[in-house]
């Protein structure tokens, strides 16, 4: 190891770093100090003005680097580039990364790739040190955050399970492996048939379905929904629910979001291949209209069946919870042996029949609401109607069978196959 240390070229580096701590204190220790330096400015001066040291074809630019925890975040470099930006780690190959972490005692981890194959062009660099050839070893380093290597080690992790890498010591492959790979958690709601049921979680689910972003489904029971959330760091609503699902984790940027909407609008603007409209002129007025007459009648003829499909836990907190908020026993809303229900329905039916043609409006393009590609006001019509489904087939029967609703619904389809 020492033997190895002593051949290899790193009198760059190791100066670097000790910039930091050890160079003034080491002027200060001379017996001989001819041209008065004692400080990295004094150095850095005298470098550039001194004909032998061959400024600027051997410039100071790492003794900037150097400078930095002594200068903080003013002065830039990494840390400055890593604020600007708002990142959570910078990745570029092992090699560079010795001179911009160690001066500036930024964590790093490197993942090792592997070795360049026989038969690899031998390169020099530009000062003629071979650079590439058969057997060098290269990795891919993650440069993160002073204080943030948790953040590195989720990130690199998460890079870690989605590749695999294939005898180290000759070449390499690198594949997605689609089945462990996630870079998303979606936070889903449990109940007992296994599959996503919430209508706002489809939605979400629907922008990852559609966008074929790898995500993995964790489900929690209703009691768990504000313990697991709270525990992740996720502030808390500021109305309604104080934790609510969905949820999600994205690993690549440690993003954590709450709330069906701005998990959209991250995941629109953070996948934007098959971008989905999320805002259109006849999109809200579909979306308000559905919410403020359909959605009450919706949820009445939901609640008093969803309790079943719930686990026993669940059962017990949604029954107290509901109960607590409509002033009566679920089961009272079904009024049982009168038509109330069928009252409430036969209210609207004129409102879905006109809905069903705003939902048609454009059939001539396609079988979307904007024609020929879904929107997310498809996700919010289709994510409904499947959440009635799974709660009830006769619920979901009372809407499908106006026109215009069942065509989204099937026109979604190819995106809701995975329910979990
Ligand atoms: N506006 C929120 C609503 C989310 C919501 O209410 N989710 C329900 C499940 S469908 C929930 O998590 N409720 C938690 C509770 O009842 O404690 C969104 O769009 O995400």
Same mark, same amino acid.
């Not at 489900?219 to 959330?229: A, K, M, Y």
């Given at each position: 190891?020492?033997?190895?240390?002593?051949?290899?070229? #790193?009198?760059?580096?190791?100066?670097?770093?000790? $910039?930091? /701590?050890?160079?003034?204190?080491?002027?200060?220790?001379?017996? @001989?100090?001819?041209?008065?330096?004692?400080?990295?400015?004094?150095?850095?001066?005298?470098?550039?003005?001194?004909?032998?040291?061959?400024?600027?074809?051997?410039?100071?630019?790492?003794?900037?680097?150097?400078?930095?925890?002594?200068?903080?975040?003013?002065?830039?470099?990494?840390?400055?580039?890593?604020?600007?930006?708002?990142? /959570?780690?910078?990745?570029? *190959?092992?090699?560079?990364?010795?001179?911009?972490?160690?001066?500036?005692?930024?964590?790093?981890?490197?993942?090792?790739?592997?070795?360049?194959?026989?038969?690899?062009? +031998?390169?020099?660099?530009?000062?003629?040190?071979?650079?590439?050839?058969?057997?060098?070893?290269?990795?891919?380093?993650?440069?993160?955050?002073?204080?943030?290597?948790?953040?590195? =080690?989720?990130?690199?992790?998460?890079?870690?399970?989605?590749? &695999?890498? @294939?005898?180290?010591?000759?070449?390499?492959?690198?594949?997605?492996?689609?089945?462990?790979?996630?870079?998303?958690?979606? #936070?889903?709601?449990?109940?007992?048939?296994?599959?996503?049921? /919430? *209508? =706002?979680?489809?939605?979400?689910?629907? %922008?990852?379905?559609?966008?074929? +972003?790898? #995500?993995?489904?964790?489900?929690?029971?209703?009691?768990?929904?504000?313990?697991?959330?709270?525990?992740?760091?996720?502030?808390?609503?500021?109305?309604?629910?104080?934790?609510?699902?969905?949820?999600?984790?994205?690993?690549?940027?440690?993003?954590?979001? %709450?709330? /069906?909407?701005? +998990?959209?609008? $991250?995941?629109?603007?953070?996948?934007?291949?098959?971008?989905?409209?999320?805002?259109?002129?006849?999109? @809200?007025?579909?979306?308000?209209?559905?919410?403020?007459?359909?959605?009450? =009648?919706?949820?009445?003829?939901? %609640? *008093?069946?969803?309790?079943?499909?719930?686990?026993?836990?669940?059962?017990?907190?949604?029954?107290?919870?509901?109960?607590?908020?409509?002033?009566?026993?679920?089961?009272?809303?079904?009024?049982?042996?009168?038509?109330?229900?069928?009252?409430?329905?036969?209210?609207?039916?004129?409102?879905?029949?006109?809905?069903?043609?705003?939902?048609?409006?454009?059939?001539?393009?396609?079988?979307?609401?904007?024609?020929?590609?879904?929107?997310?006001?498809?996700?919010? +019509?289709?994510?409904?109607?499947? &959440?009635?489904?799974?709660?009830?087939?006769?619920?979901?029967?009372?809407?499908?069978?106006?026109?215009?609703?069942?065509?989204?619904?099937?026109?979604?389809?190819? #995106? %809701?196959?995975?329910?979990?």
């Amino acid at each position: 190891m020492r033997e190895a240390y002593m051949k290899a070229t #790193y009198e760059g580096i190791t100066v670097s770093a000790d $910039f930091v /701590s050890d160079i003034a204190a080491y002027f200060a220790q001379l017996t @001989s100090n001819p041209h008065d330096i004692h400080t990295l400015d004094d150095l850095r001066e005298f470098t550039q003005r001194e004909r032998r040291e061959e400024y600027p074809d051997r410039d100071t630019a790492g003794s900037g680097v150097a400078e930095e925890p002594a200068a903080g975040r003013r002065r830039g470099g990494v840390s400055g580039l890593i604020a600007r930006y708002n990142l /959570s780690a910078l990745v570029m *190959p092992t090699e560079y990364v010795p001179t911009w972490t160690s001066a500036p005692g930024l964590p790093v981890i490197t993942v090792p790739l592997g070795v360049y194959p026989p038969g690899t062009p +031998i390169l020099a660099g530009s000062r003629g040190l071979i650079a590439v050839a058969p057997g060098i070893p290269f990795g891919l380093a993650w440069l993160g955050k002073w204080w943030f290597e948790e953040t590195l =080690v989720a990130l690199v992790g998460g890079y870690e399970r989605g590749i &695999c890498i @294939s005898n180290l010591t000759s070449t390499i492959t690198l594949q997605h492996d689609r089945t462990n790979y996630s870079e998303i958690v979606l #936070y889903d709601l449990a109940c007992t048939k296994n599959v996503c049921f /919430s *209508p =706002v979680v489809w939605c979400a689910r629907l %922008m990852l379905n559609y966008k074929q +972003i790898p #995500y993995k489904t964790v489900f929690l029971e209703f009691p768990d929904i504000e313990p697991t959330l709270k525990e992740l760091g996720l502030a808390p609503n500021e109305t309604g629910h104080k934790y609510t699902v969905p949820a999600i984790q994205h690993a690549p940027t440690d993003t954590h979001l %709450m709330g /069906s909407i701005p +998990i959209a609008q $991250f995941l629109e603007s953070t996948y934007p291949d098959r971008p989905v409209p999320l805002t259109s002129e006849l999109g @809200s007025e579909i979306g308000t209209r559905a919410r403020a007459a359909v959605g009450p =009648v919706l949820t009445k003829s939901l %609640m *008093p069946r969803e309790v079943r499909i719930l686990p026993p836990r669940a059962q017990e907190y949604f029954r107290r919870t509901r109960e607590a908020s409509i002033g009566r026993p679920l089961e009272d809303l079904l009024g049982e042996g009168t038509d109330e229900e069928q009252r409430r329905w036969d209210a609207v039916d004129e409102e879905l029949r006109a809905l069903g043609g705003l939902l048609q409006t454009r059939k001539a393009e396609g079988p979307f609401v904007l024609g020929a590609r879904p929107s997310y006001t498809d996700f919010f +019509i289709a994510g409904s109607l499947q &959440c009635a489904r799974t709660v009830d087939e006769g619920v979901f029967e009372r809407i499908a069978k106006y026109p215009g609703f069942k065509d989204i619904y099937e026109a979604c389809q190819p #995106y %809701m196959e995975r329910k979990d």
